[in-house]
């Protein structure tokens, strides 16, 4: 065997490939650095997400923003899409900080419904009720607030649907979701319709604070309830029109929010 000298071209092939490889890998670690720097998690990015999002077909910052608070979570109650987030609240300002009581009366948000099985359908003034029906109200508040309710069937005396002692609510409701009448004796409660005469009307008073007047109408219709006073003429001060043309003034004023609803029965 011919000694021979080891060739140089093989040499030149390892260090061809050897630069080829480092070169490859410069490529691959320039790549993940670019990659590094403009790739970024979703929610850091909200500009992508909001382009996802739009892309398919759901509301930007649907994630993340909170969603509006429903006054009767548990039974579906319609609320409509005005109603305040719960960042809204106003539980946690000092009196000073509070917003004036036009704010915080006209930020309250209340529903009536009719209340099946599983389903609950919002009613306007004007809606048609029968007897057995159950209706319930769902009241969103901004701040604690006293509340009062009435009804008054065609041609009957006035009765009191809030505050009752029979029932779990007192009086000041807190901020956030109420359900009225909520429990009685521990079990979720509603409101029957009996169906007396052609139609019904209902009055809710919302107040930041006790209203004097209507405290005393509550008196004396308790009185009625208990059968220690005579029940009032329909068409007298306690009646449902009474009452509301009574607190004109305080409304005017700012003191409280009145809201009233008309029924009609089903033959």
Do not use: C
């Not at 609950?120 to 769902?138: K, Y």
């Amino acid at each position: 065997m011919t000694p021979r000298s080891t060739p140089f071209r093989p040499r030149r092939a390892r260090g061809a490939i050897n630069r080829r490889l480092l070169a490859a890998i410069g490529i691959w670690v320039a790549l993940g650095v670019i990659a590094a720097i403009w790739w970024k998690p979703w929610e850091q990015h909200p500009n992508a997400r909001r382009a996802a999002d739009a892309a398919a077909g759901a509301p930007a910052d649907a994630a993340t923003e909170p969603a509006a608070a429903d006054p009767i979570a548990d039974t579906g109650v319609p609320t409509g899409d005005s109603a305040p987030a719960p960042a809204a609240l106003a539980t946690d300002l000092a009196p000073a900080e509070l917003p004036d009581n036009r704010t915080l009366l006209r930020g309250s948000h209340v529903k009536l419904a009719r209340v099946t099985e599983g389903h609950a359908e919002e009613l306007e003034s004007g809606a048609t009720v029968a007897r057995g029906d159950r209706l319930r109200f769902g009241v969103l508040l901004p701040y604690r607030m006293h509340v009062y309710a009435f009804n008054q069937e065609e041609g009957a005396a006035t009765t009191v649907m809030f505050p009752l002692e029979a029932l779990a609510h007192r009086n000041p409701l807190p901020a956030g979701n109420n359900e009225l009448p909520g429990l009685l004796n521990g079990r979720d409660a509603s409101y029957e319709v009996m169906g007396r005469g052609a139609s019904e009307e209902m009055l809710m008073v919302l107040a930041i604070e006790p209203n004097a007047f209507l405290e005393a109408k509550l008196a004396e219709l308790g009185e009625v309830a208990t059968g220690e006073a005579t029940p009032p003429d329909p068409a007298g001060e306690l009646s449902i029109e009474a009452l509301a043309r009574a607190l004109e003034p305080a409304v005017r004023a700012d003191e409280v929010r009145v809201l009233r609803w008309t029924l009609r029965h089903a033959p």
